[in-house]
């Protein structure tokens, strides 16, 4: 880990993929490339300081509203140390998918509601911490201001500025880190940590290479980066980079 002239901390990593990884299934997602291997695609993906930082706070005694959950991931990871946890998502079935995931492990203190996270108030959930992971807008942060108390946190891992840097084009959802200190700086937040954790995994072949992102493929020709990470990989490209913004804010 180093610290730019920023003062933000910076953490990089390269990893090397074989051409072929037994017992492993490449899959790729929205949010996030992975090699999932049974349980552990529960909670894989969440990064250990992001949790850190949550669990600093006493837990115990809050409401967490945990926007753009998803299936649960984060509130499923978090439910056992709360009071109470509610996550929102617009997909019905992915709201469905995590009650059943909540009832299957038993846990009774997660609520799972149908919402979007940029049109609704917070406020009726009464949260006394908002936390998002790999979705966010502008939008979630105004409506997180105005719903948390002085002194409550806001947490959530975002798209950071480098995220797939070798498709040619930046996520519109990807902050680096001066935009992110703005908008929460505009809505009452004082930030307490920001970290870029950046990953660049290498691959062996163009066949490994491929196979990596075979998830976003639709995804990424109906936006244009398809054919530019085509034409990386054909130039002889052999990465891939995933980047986050890892971030803590407490309301002033």
């Known amino acids: 880990m180093a610290n730019d002239e920023r003062g933000i901390s910076t953490t990089e990593r390269t990893l090397i993929s074989p051409n072929v990884i037994d017992g492993m299934t490449l899959m790729g997602g929205q949010d996030t490339i992975e090699c999932v291997t049974g349980a552990e695609a529960k909670t894989r993906?969440?990064?250990?300081?992001?949790?850190?930082?949550?669990?600093?706070?006493?837990?115990?005694?809050l409401t967490v509203l945990d926007v753009g959950t998803g299936w649960g991931r984060l509130a499923l990871e978090l439910?056992?140390?709360?009071?109470?946890?509610?996550g929102i998502d617009r997909e019905p079935s992915l709201i469905e998918d995590a009650r059943r995931r909540a009832a299957a492990a038993g846990i009774a203190n997660a609520e799972f509601v149908v919402a979007d996270a940029e049109a609704g108030e917070y406020q009726a959930?009464?949260?006394?911490?908002?936390?998002?992971?790999?979705?966010?807008?502008?939008?979630?942060?105004?409506?997180?201001g105005r719903a948390l108390a002085p002194g409550r946190v806001f947490g959530?891992?975002?798209?950071?500025?480098e995220q797939w840097?070798?498709?040619?084009?930046?996520?519109?959802?990807?902050?680096?880190?001066?935009?992110?200190?703005?908008?929460?700086d505009t809505n009452g937040f004082a930030v307490e940590h920001l970290e870029v954790d950046r990953e660049s995994q290498r691959?062996?072949?163009?066949?490994?290479?491929?196979?990596?992102?075979v998830g976003l493929e639709e995804k990424w020709r109906s936006d244009g980066r398809w054919f530019r990470y085509i034409k990386y990989l054909e130039e002889g490209g052999r990465m891939l980079t995933r980047s986050h913004l890892i971030v803590k804010a407490r309301r002033r």
């Open 45 to 61: 993906g969440i990064s250990p300081t992001f949790l850190g930082l949550l669990g600093a706070e006493p837990l115990a005694g």
């Open 79 to 86: 439910a056992p140390r709360c009071r109470r946890i509610v």
């Open 125 to 144: 959930f009464t949260p006394g911490m908002v936390v998002a992971h790999l979705c966010m807008s502008d939008a979630i942060v105004e409506r997180a």
């Open 156 to 161: 959530f891992v975002a798209f950071e500025a």
């Open 165 to 184: 840097r070798e498709t040619g084009r930046r996520s519109r959802f990807a902050y680096d880190e001066s935009r992110a200190r703005a908008v929460l």
């Open 203 to 213: 691959y062996d072949s163009l066949e490994a290479a491929l196979a990596a992102v």
